[in-house]
């Protein structure tokens, strides 16, 4: 890619962003839109719709974007607890390793770049058409005093990353102490999920989970609730809330209007009826199918081996939690259950054989999706590269030589095909994570994330930087030990494209940015010991060797110190907690809630057909976690 290119693709880019900036300015103080741009504060009744015209309305403004940075982390934390505030911390260590790697890079590595002359003479008049390889190391001297310069830069950032990693991860500890301790008691502090329930014979797996738990917990057990076998109900309340939704679109778009079909196949056979009236039947007969297989299941409905078992205090599930139940390891399996509301019941419909079988299909299903993503990453790093474009595809040279089209083609539409392309991953990844035998909707998310990122990984960093030469050296791709070789000459050259995920994982996924910090450490140190290597300078290759040893000394510490905060709370946490709700009053109350609270949501009653009048409902409501 040339200069020029790559100007072209900022300018593009930069206008996009400066056009969704205003439209959003504008359509955020807008009464029709403000359900989307402020849905909690419509919910809260903190937001005034004011129909009354004003001109304001229709000018850009920028005030938002300085209110936006001048919250503080306590009404952060108050708001949206601590999730946002760890999002938070994310995006300021982004920024400061962002900001000193860009201080560094722009005026002392990229200057040291561009004096060099392993690739050209230097001609100031035509940068504009210089090729982005000058600026890397690729264009410093073979065996120069220069590669000092990126020696010292690459145990300079090191070691400024590895800091900001201890500060970041000691603070955010600080904070999910803090957190738990302002916390409210919560049902999942208090529920395990116990799982390889054996049946004796004459009982049931309830009466077994009872049995069980009041002869070695008897003095912190409290009630339990064994999961059912919801499958065929959950199907069809599937369905019934699939039909309330047509019937509520239908009465919206015109009430008055009477509209027919025919009751008999696809409609297109039997006698005429009104449709509203012939959907309203179907789901009062659907919302009666539910109620009776809700009977059923809760009378005679078939048990699965596992069951949410809840305890009178934080330390009493701890202790259950932690400690092996039973003589044989694989019988009555504890782990901590997550919140109610983010129970993932499907999962329990599945036999121990289907989840096996479907962690299998996932597996070979992400390797799948990894293979034939090589075929975007391919083509785009041709668009990247001009020459190959004009040698694999003859017939665009004439195009290809308008200098503004070449520019927006090797500078900007390989970003915006690939990023197309990555749209896809996340929801697919999602779908993957559901069906391989998670409990809960954010360990689904979590999942799904890490699928995200070593997709990302592997298939955007290794495959983009190796397939750039891939229409004339993949023969030498296949080899591995010329790998660190073809990486080391490739990455400081075509450009990386870096990509932020985004995920909800309960206030744990701070380790997941910290591993994945230090796994690029670890990489940059290998790129760096095979450029050194390349660039003639064996003596700081040699000398590069013990960053990765000491970063995953580093790294160690910082599991052995930090990592337990964010997998359990220790014991003088949970009975510091414990004795405070002693003097609570409305620790009765939870505890009676409790014993109900991880009840299957396919169990409760519904009723959709007496509520289809009031199809206006709002977008956002407000309920107590």
């Not at 919910?43 to 015209?53: P, T, V, W």
């Not at 009826?273 to 659907?286: F, P, Q, R, S, T």
């Amino acid at each position: 890619m040339i200069v020029s290119a790559l100007l072209t693709s900022v300018g593009i880019n930069l206008g996009i962003c400066i056009l969704f900036f205003t439209l959003y300015s504008i359509l955020r103080k807008q009464p029709e839109t403000v359900h989307v741009y402020s849905p909690r504060l419509v919910a809260e009744g903190k937001s005034q719709l004011r129909n009354r015209f004003n001109l304001e309305r229709l000018l850009p403004s920028a005030g938002w974007v300085r209110r936006a940075w001048q919250t503080s982390e306590e009404d952060l934390l108050s708001t949206s607890g601590l999730d946002a505030v760890v999002l938070m911390r994310v995006f300021i260590f982004s920024l400061r390793i962002f900001s000193f790697a860009g201080i560094v890079g722009i005026f002392i590595l990229l200057p040291v770049n561009y004096l060099g002359n392993q690739l050209s003479l230097i001609d100031f008049s035509d940068l504009p058409n210089k090729s982005l390889d000058i600026f890397s190391i690729s264009n410093v001297d073979n065996g120069s005093k220069r590669l000092w310069i990126h020696f010292s830069a690459v145990y300079a950032f090191s070691g400024v990353v590895c800091y900001l990693l201890y500060y970041e991860y000691k603070y955010i500890s600080s904070k999910r102490i803090s957190y738990f301790y302002s916390s409210k008691p919560q049902p999942h502090q208090f529920t395990l999920l116990v799982r390889g329930i054996p049946l004796s014979a004459g009982n049931s797996f309830s009466e077994s989970v009872k049995s069980f738990f009041t002869e070695y917990h008897s003095s912190a057990y409290l009630s339990h609730m064994v999961v059912r076998q919801t499958n065929k109900l959950q199907k069809l309340i599937w369905d019934a809330k699939m039909l309330y939704k047509t019937l509520v679109n239908l009465k919206s778009k015109n009430p008055t209007q009477k509209k027919f079909t025919r009751d008999g196949f696809l409609g297109l056979f039997g006698r005429n009826v009104d449709l509203v009236d012939h959907y309203e039947k179907k789901l009062e007969d659907l919302e009666e199918n539910v109620r009776m297989e809700q009977l059923g299941l809760s009378l005679t409905g078939e048990e699965v081996p596992a069951a949410f078992v809840s305890f009178k205090s934080r330390y009493g599930a701890a202790i259950a939690l932690h400690i092996q139940q039973s003589i044989n390891p694989t019988e009555w399996i504890t782990e901590q259950a997550p919140e109610p509301h983010d129970v993932f019941w499907p999962f329990f419909s599945a036999s121990f054989m289907q989840r096996w079988v479907s962690r299998l299909v996932v597996f070979v299903a992400c390797f799948v999706l990894t293979v034939l993503f090589l075929i975007p990453v391919v083509f785009v790093q041709g668009l990247a590269n001009l020459p190959q474009l004009e040698a694999f595809l003859p017939f665009l040279k004439g195009i290809l030589s308008i200098t503004f089209v070449s520019q927006v083609i090797t500078g900007y539409l390989p970003s915006l095909i690939l990023q197309l392309f990555l749209k896809m991953v996340p929801p697919i990844m999602k779908i993957l994570s559901s069906i391989q035998g998670s409990i809960s909707n954010s360990e689904i998310e979590i999942s799904a994330g890490k699928k995200v990122l070593w997709f990302t990984v592997w298939n955007i960093f290794f495959a983009n930087v190796l397939s750039g030469s891939a229409f004339y050296q993949f023969s030498i791709i296949l080899e591995p030990k010329f790998i660190p070789q073809k990486l080391a000459v490739a990455v400081p050259a075509q450009l990386l494209n870096v990509y932020e995920l985004k995920f909800e994982t309960g206030g744990k996924f701070w380790p997941i940015v910290h591993n994945s910090t230090i796994f690029s450490l670890i990489l940059m140190h290998i790129l760096a010991v095979g450029i050194f290597g390349l660039k003639k300078l064996p003596l700081a290759s040699s000398l590069c060797i013990p960053l990765p040893v000491l970063t995953l000394l580093f790294n160690e510490y910082c599991r052995k110190r930090f990592l337990p905060i964010f997998t359990a709370y220790p014991a003088e946490c949970l009975i510091k907690k414990d004795r405070e709700d002693q003097n609570n009053a409305a620790m009765t109350d939870f505890l009676d809630k409790l014993v109900t609270a991880y009840r299957d949501p396919s169990l409760m009653p519904m009723q959709h057909s007496s509520d289809v009048e009031g199809y206006n409902t709002p977008l956002l409501h407000s309920r107590e976690v």
